[in-house]
């Protein structure tokens, strides 16, 4: 057991923080057994104590959307929507990554930039390439940082170098699974079709179908922008609305499943996401960067739906989950001007929703309660001029206005995390 002594905060509900100056968490075999404000109220004998002083100790943060692949094209063709922004940045990016050393080079910048911004948890597309997508889980196992990956499955409406039959996506994805799926690992697979409108039937049929066989979590995206709304209608004429068209595969809520963005989900949508307990990744940047709209997020959480935060690197130009929090609350306070009978999200909602309502995801992750996995970073904001600040003003700076430079050290289901080589 180790102890750990320092200024603690963390969001155990989304509206408050909890905050205990000078105070202890004991952690044993990678999970919190005690928080308190003093030794003697852990009552754990004479176990070691790690002192970092005057420093705030918080939750990691996850990213529970981002593109792997797309790392190399962050704060390119920011003036483009979405569907002209795929074709002609991203799917030609992706290609690349057939070639095993150019995509060793780019993921190992990757996961070390997740690492330098403290994210200890990513929910991650890699791309069509079984062996590619093979090269980035290995290299977050030997980083010691937890994510699930997906290959990413698509045939159809992409370019030829990207397109993969049914029977190929399926044998690549159960390659995969043998060699990753394993419930305590840090790493695992996530079944990835692209979106619907990348996917045949038969596509989505199997991946829906590979999802309930191996009982393995789904992730894609969901109502980002009108005009693939529209395209989706289109190609799936019989489905309700976007989200039922991936009901209907077995893709929708039936094991645990992340939809990317839901800037227009509404009505029967959003009453089957909520039915089904699916997870909402809100990508603020993204939001804005593609002119795609911005996702009610107020309207998520009053609703009581399942909310995490996301960078989608490369829609969104940075990797930085702290600066997700900030545009999070800044998305909502332009939604507030519309409608002002719905209040903007306050720091320890947006707080919570990239720690404890993100971390659910990976199990008991995101808070400092007894039984969480310890994920924290230690951050010395002495360099921004703290004095006289109070604990959470000091939290809120740092979050507006530090950066990784001011993360000193990093944990991931208790090991202490050192900067992956690249």
């Given at each position: 057991?180790?102890?750990?002594?320092?200024?603690?905060?963390?969001?155990?509900?989304?509206?408050?923080?909890?905050?205990?100056?000078?105070?202890?968490?004991?952690?044993?075999?990678?999970?919190?057994?005690?928080?308190?404000?003093?030794?003697?109220?852990?009552?754990?004998?004479?176990?070691?104590?790690?002192?970092?002083?005057?420093?705030?100790?918080?939750?990691?943060?996850?990213?529970?959307?981002?593109?792997?692949?797309?790392?190399?094209?962050?704060?390119?063709?920011?003036?483009?929507?979405?569907?002209?922004?795929?074709?002609?940045?991203?799917?030609?990016?992706?290609?690349?990554?057939?070639?095993?050393?150019?995509a060793e080079r780019m993921y190992r910048r990757f996961v070390r930039d997740l690492w330098r911004f403290g994210t200890m948890r990513t929910v991650a597309f890699a791309t069509i390439h079984e062996q590619g997508t093979r090269l980035l889980m290995n290299l977050f196992?030997?980083?010691?940082?937890?994510?699930?990956?997906?290959?990413?499955?698509?045939?159809?409406?992409?370019?030829?170098?990207?397109?993969?039959?049914?029977?190929?996506?399926?044998?690549?994805?159960?390659?995969?699974?043998?060699?990753?799926?394993?419930?305590?690992?840090?790493?695992?697979?996530?079944?990835?079709?692209?979106?619907?409108?990348?996917?045949?039937?038969?596509?989505?049929?199997?991946?829906?179908?590979?999802?309930?066989?191996?009982?393995?979590?789904?992730?894609?995206?969901?109502?980002?922008?009108?005009?693939?709304?529209?395209?989706?209608?289109?190609?799936?004429?019989?489905?309700?609305?976007?989200?039922?068209?991936?009901?209907?595969?077995?893709?929708?809520?039936?094991?645990?499943?992340?939809?990317?963005?839901?800037?227009?989900?509404?009505?029967?949508?959003?009453?089957?996401?909520?039915?089904?307990?699916?997870?909402?990744?809100?990508?603020?940047?993204?939001?804005?960067?593609?002119?795609?709209?911005?996702?009610?997020?107020?309207?998520?959480?009053?609703?009581?739906?399942?909310?995490?935060?996301?960078?989608?690197?490369?829609?969104?130009?940075?990797?930085?989950?702290?600066?997700?929090?900030?545009?999070?609350?800044?998305?909502?306070?332009?939604?507030?001007?519309?409608?002002?009978?719905?209040?903007?999200?306050?720091?320890?909602?947006?707080?919570?929703?990239?720690?404890?309502?993100?971390?659910?995801?990976?199990?008991?992750?995101?808070?400092?309660?007894?039984?969480?996995?310890?994920?924290?970073?230690?951050?010395?904001?002495?360099?921004?001029?703290?004095?006289?600040?109070?604990?959470?003003?000091?939290?809120?700076?740092?979050?507006?206005?530090?950066?990784?430079?001011?993360?000193?050290?990093?944990?991931?289901?208790?090991?202490?995390?050192?900067?992956?080589?690249?």
């Amino acid at each position: 057991m180790k102890i750990y002594k320092a200024n603690i905060l963390f969001t155990k509900e989304k509206n408050q923080f909890e905050v205990i100056e000078n105070g202890y968490v004991a952690v044993e075999d990678g999970r919190v057994v005690r928080v308190g404000q003093s030794l003697a109220e852990l009552n754990v004998g004479d176990a070691e104590v790690v002192d970092f002083g005057d420093s705030l100790l918080i939750p990691a943060m996850n990213d529970m959307h981002v593109h792997a692949p797309q790392y190399r094209n962050q704060g390119i063709a920011m003036d483009l929507e979405l569907i002209p922004w795929l074709n002609n940045y991203t799917f030609p990016e992706e290609a690349k990554y057939c070639n095993e050393e150019y995509a060793e080079r780019m993921y190992r910048r990757f996961v070390r930039d997740l690492w330098r911004f403290g994210t200890m948890r990513t929910v991650a597309f890699a791309t069509i390439h079984e062996q590619g997508t093979r090269l980035l889980m290995n290299l977050f196992r030997q980083a010691g940082m937890g994510a699930f990956v997906g290959k990413v499955d698509m045939d159809r409406n992409c370019p030829d170098s990207l397109v993969q039959d049914v029977e190929s996506a399926v044998r690549a994805n159960e390659a995969l699974i043998a060699e990753f799926n394993r419930p305590d690992d840090l790493v695992r697979p996530i079944i990835t079709p692209r979106f619907i409108p990348s996917c045949t039937p038969q596509m989505l049929k199997a991946c829906g179908e590979l999802a309930k066989r191996y009982n393995l979590p789904v992730q894609s995206h969901l109502s980002e922008n009108t005009g693939e709304i529209a395209w989706v209608r289109e190609l799936e004429p019989q489905s309700k609305n976007y989200g039922d068209a991936y009901n209907r595969y077995g893709l929708f809520g039936q094991t645990p499943t992340i939809m990317a963005h839901c800037v227009w989900t509404d009505g029967e949508e959003l009453e089957l996401m909520k039915q089904n307990h699916v997870m909402v990744a809100h990508c603020p940047t993204s939001n804005l960067n593609l002119a795609s709209g911005m996702a009610p997020v107020r309207r998520f959480l009053d609703e009581g739906m399942w909310v995490g935060l996301g960078s989608d690197i490369s829609g969104g130009h940075d990797l930085s989950i702290f600066r997700m929090i900030v545009y999070a609350i800044q998305v909502s306070k332009m939604h507030y001007q519309k409608d002002r009978t719905k209040p903007f999200l306050t720091l320890p909602e947006a707080f919570w929703l990239a720690t404890k309502s993100a971390g659910q995801f990976f199990g008991k992750v995101g808070s400092f309660e007894p039984g969480y996995e310890f994920d924290a970073l230690v951050i010395d904001d002495s360099a921004l001029n703290h004095d006289n600040y109070s604990l959470l003003h000091r939290l809120e700076r740092f979050i507006y206005l530090g950066d990784d430079r001011h993360i000193v050290r990093r944990f991931c289901r208790g090991q202490e995390i050192s900067e992956p080589e690249v």
